[in-house]
């Protein structure tokens, strides 16, 4: 009787063997199903550039405004990069330091933040208000201790679609938009004969 019990429990289950194929062929199409979900995506990819593009310039914006020192945004259109660029103290010679206490510090630059556009999203140019776009080639945006900074637009593109990232130069903030974004004209003075 109790080999019958046992037989009949061992009947009942499942082997090692068989869990692990079915765990296996679920973990086959889960890949395969996440594979082609990025394939079928490239709109959010785009989108989620253009918010860590926006996050990067709040974050060098929060910075500039803690340390109370100029950072800057950095936009590398050739390699799909942006970067923080923040100030640091060059080492000083200490007697030329101990013959003149007011002198000023001498700064150089360090990138504190690096990140890279996904795959199959570029640059398109960063655009400002003069009307002429930088379509190549590197472009440092200055953010201010206040939290000024140069307005500018960045256009980002999948080949398909544009995204905009647009920075207001008063407040710092960026605003995304799922178009390409003309840069407000910069204004001038129209009696102004100096131009």
């Known amino acids: 009787m109790a080999m019958r019990s046992r037989r009949r429990a061992a009947a009942a289950g499942y082997t090692l063997i068989e869990m692990i194929m079915v765990v296996?062929?679920?973990?086959?199409?889960?890949?395969?199903?996440?594979?082609?979900?990025?394939?079928?995506?490239?709109?959010?990819?785009?989108?989620?550039?253009?918010?860590?593009?926006?996050?990067?310039?709040?974050?060098?914006?929060?910075?500039?405004?803690?340390l109370g020192r100029i950072h800057y945004v950095q936009y590398d259109l050739k390699e799909g990069a942006y970067r923080i660029l923040a100030p640091y103290e060059k080492a000083a010679d200490p007697e030329a330091?101990?013959?003149d206490l007011a002198a000023v510090p001498e700064l150089g630059w360090e990138e504190t933040m690096h990140r890279s556009l996904p795959r199959d999203v570029r640059f398109k140019d960063v655009a400002f208000g003069t009307g002429v776009p930088s379509d190549s080639g590197l472009v440092t945006i200055q953010i201010s201790p206040f939290g000024t900074t140069t307005g500018h637009v960045v256009h980002l593109t999948n080949e398909k679609e544009d995204?905009?990232?647009?920075?207001?130069p008063?407040?710092?903030v960026a605003a995304l938009t799922d178009s390409y974004v003309q840069p407000p004209a910069v204004l001038t003075d129209p009696d102004d004969d100096t131009r």
Request: proline share 2%; glycine share 4%.
């Open 24 to 66: 296996l062929i679920i973990g086959l199409m889960l890949t395969l199903v996440f594979t082609r979900l990025d394939l079928a995506t490239p709109r959010y990819a785009l989108r989620a550039a253009a918010r860590d593009v926006s996050r990067l310039i709040n974050l060098a914006k929060s910075q500039a405004i803690t």
């Open 97 to 99: 330091a101990a013959r």
């Open 163 to 168: 995204f905009s990232v647009d920075v207001n």
């Open 170 to 172: 008063l407040t710092g």
